[in-house]
């Protein structure tokens, strides 16, 4: 395919990088298998373990002179980084939609994201302030700086290959740091045609090698990267179950880590909302990627007013839905990532009719023509209560249960009774309702909003959720301050040196 020839990604590929050279290791062969048609798409060689600590070695040399660059000088780097991202769009749109599923207008999405990311970055470059405060002590100055941490270890998921990763990475750069990526088994090829489009850069703004690392490989390798204490920060992005894992380890050596996890995400449908355009972001929210976005619209409480008026619009709207070939820009859904999480929508199901749920739209994997993969599924809707242990978890499927509520107090309640936190969403014309949802008594989430969906972001806003979604915060706003270190300076001008608090020290 054009585009595998265009990122220079070849049948086999070495799978360990510092940036601007390839490393030999003598770790497994990953297989990368398309989704879209089952047929696997070329082999990358894993990291083992000497080869994971000559990374590390490399980086932290990295360290000690990137962290000297001016950060504007940092940020031209990311700046011609975003443009070769502009060059680069259509070929690694095309090979995120090809290896992990989601359309090709995602797949584009998600590199724009990347080019989003590097924006904001190269302002941000410019902007990494501190604050200046007064001394309770006469003739001294207080104020903070912020320094960079050193290497951050980033461990991505399979469903945003490359964007979440940007995320973290143009930000951590324009801040000082270093970075060491494991993209995810699942998608390996995306993550190396980021690597060699960044080394074209790299290379023309003689960037010191470490700066860019990549290592490959499956969970021994995030436990490497979560264990290491040579990394002081470590963001993880995925399952809860993996979170848990990483935050403990992390935190048994003091260090930070950045938690980015499962997501069980609600809609509340309002008898004053707007149906029809309510509808657009439910289905979207619900079926886009398949299904498979942290942010994917799992759950929808509908006021028992319009709860059967705007059930038959959803029923109405999944008929239309045009499943296959993500490449093909006709199509609305396209594959699961892989058989397991086939087996798991499947399993999904059966647990919910077996704890009482009615689907109004059935589910099951789709076979035949142009379905070879056999990781193709139909996206269904069933009608559940709040009592049902399915409903608490997370399936990343399209899976979408119903749900009636009386009045505003229930839904919220309906809302926030899961273990996760991530996004959430009202769609409502009444003010009160919608003041109430975004208010403290509202909704418990970290992303919360009034008539979109649950589904994606914008870069200038900070990304993350509360409870088992870990607590993180990626992107936007002030995100840039997990990846630095706060320093508090005190300096003394005048000629005598008083103590704080008027303690009195004479010698």
């Known amino acids: 395919m054009d585009f595998l020839s265009t990122l220079k990604i070849s049948a086999t590929n070495r799978g360990v990088s510092t940036g601007l050279i390839w490393l ?12 879209v048609d089952g047929k696997e798409i070329a082999a990358v ?24 660059w001016p950060s504007p000088k940092r940020g031209e780097v990311v700046r011609q980084i975003g ?14 939609s090809y290896e992990m599923g989601k359309s090709l207008q995602e797949g584009y999405g998600e590199v724009q994201e990347m080019i989003d990311i590097c924006d904001f ?45 940007s995320w973290n990475t143009m930000l951590a750069w324009v801040c000082g740091d270093v970075c060491v990526w494991k993209p995810s088994e699942k998608t390996p090829l995306c993550g190396i045609a980021c690597q060699k489009i960044i080394a074209e850069v790299f290379e023309r703004n003689n ?23 040579r990394i002081p920060l470590v963001s993880a992005t995925g399952s809860t179950r993996m979170g848990k894992a990483v935050g403990a380890a992390v935190g048994a050596r003091l260090g930070r880590s950045l938690l980015e996890l499962g997501g069980n995400n609600a ?24 299904g498979q976005r942290c942010t994917s619209t799992r759950r929808l409480i509908i006021h028992e007013s319009v709860y059967d008026s705007f059930k038959q619009k959803l029923v109405n709207a999944y008929k239309q839905l045009r499943i296959g070939d993500p490449l093909n820009e006709n199509n609305h859904v396209g594959p699961l990532i892989d058989k397991d999480a086939v087996n798991a929508y499947l399993k999904t199901i059966e647990d919910c009719k077996a704890q009482g749920g009615n689907f ?29 242990q399915v409903v608490q978890h997370e399936t990343f499927a399209p899976i979408l249960y119903l749900m009636k509520y009386k009045d505003l107090d229930e839904a919220i309640a309906i809302q926030n009774g899961v273990p996760q936190g991530l996004s959430s969403s009202i769609m409502t014309l009444n003010l009160r309702e919608a003041e109430k949802f975004l208010s403290s008594e ?13 589904s994606g972001a914008e870069i200038g806003g900070a990304f993350g959720g509360e409870k088992e979604t870990g607590g993180g915060r990626e992107s936007g706003s002030d995100a840039w301050r997990i990846y630095m270190r706060r320093q508090t300076n005190t300096i003394n001008y005048s000629n005598k040196l008083p103590l704080a608090q008027g303690i009195k020290f004479d010698l």
């Open 45 to 68: 060689t894993a990291t083992d373990r000497s080869t994971y600590d000559v990374v590390l070695t490399k980086a932290q040399q990295a360290f000690v002179e990137w962290r000297m």
């Open 121 to 165: 970055a190269v302002g941000l470059s410019r902007q990494l302030h501190g604050l200046t405060m007064h001394s309770e002590r006469p003739g001294h100055r207080m104020y903070e700086q912020w320094h960079p941490l050193g290497v951050v270890g980033i461990i991505s998921a399979f469903n945003f290959p490359v964007a979440v990763w």
């Open 83 to 96: 443009e070769a991202l502009r060059q680069y769009k259509e070929p690694l749109g095309k090979l995120v």
């Open 24 to 35: 030999d290791s003598n770790g497994e062969n990953i297989t990368s298998f398309s989704p």
């Open 207 to 229: 960037v010191p090698e470490g700066v860019s690392c990549m290592v490959q490989g499956g969970r021994e390798v995030g436990e490497w990267l979560a264990n290491d204490g």
């Open 442 to 454: 509202g909704s418990d989430c970290g992303i919360a909003n009034v008539n979109i969906g649950t």
């Open 267 to 290: 809609i509340i449908i309002s008898q004053d909302a707007d149906l029809e355009m309510a509808l657009v972001g439910c289905v979207f929210g619900a079926v886009g990627t398949a």
């Open 360 to 388: 109004v739209v059935e589910g099951g994997v789709l076979e035949g023509a142009g379905f070879e993969s056999g990781c193709y599924v139909k996206p269904c809707i069933a009608e559940a209560n709040k009592e049902m």
